[in-house]
């Protein structure tokens, strides 16, 4: 099994940009399939981005494509999540997510049933 932790939220300005970590624990990291998913205030919590084992394949939701780059570094055991050009809706828990994979490099879902290991999320608020 792996544990995931985030880190890297705050509060910015529209237009601004914030960059998150996942830092991994445990199992090796090259095994998952990692994502990203957020819950902003009063919503359910929804998919954002996620990759593949080897980083090849990404998927991003419509709201943040062109705006969000998922990233991951095998041997540091971390997944990133680049947001440029935040808008206040982008306002939410972000959270980092692990699913097993075992180097299916198709495997990088958007459904969170398809996630095992969570972290705690981390805040990230912009203001207009």
């Known amino acids: 099994q792996v544990q995931v932790v985030e880190s890297g939220g705050g509060s910015v300005q529209a237009g601004g940009s914030l960059r998150l970590s996942c830092a991994a624990s445990?199992?090796?990291?090259?095994?998952?399939?990692m994502g990203w998913f957020r819950q902003g205030p009063g919503k359910e919590r929804q998919f954002v981005a996620s990759?593949?084992?080897?980083?090849?394949?990404?998927r991003y939701a419509d709201s943040v494509k062109g705006r969000f780059t998922i990233s991951r570094d095998n041997d540091k055991k971390m997944l990133y999540l680049q947001m440029d050009s935040l808008k206040p809706e982008d306002t939410a828990v972000y959270y980092c997510?692990?699913?097993?994979?075992?180097?299916?490099?198709?495997?990088?879902?958007?459904?969170?049933?398809?996630?095992?290991?969570w972290g705690q999320g981390t805040q990230v608020t912009v203001s207009s």
């Open positions: 990759i593949n084992w080897s980083g090849l394949n990404t």
């Open positions: 997510a692990a699913s097993w994979a075992y180097y299916s490099g198709a495997h990088y879902p958007s459904s969170q049933d398809e996630y095992r290991y």
């Open positions: 445990g199992d090796s990291l090259s095994k998952y399939a």
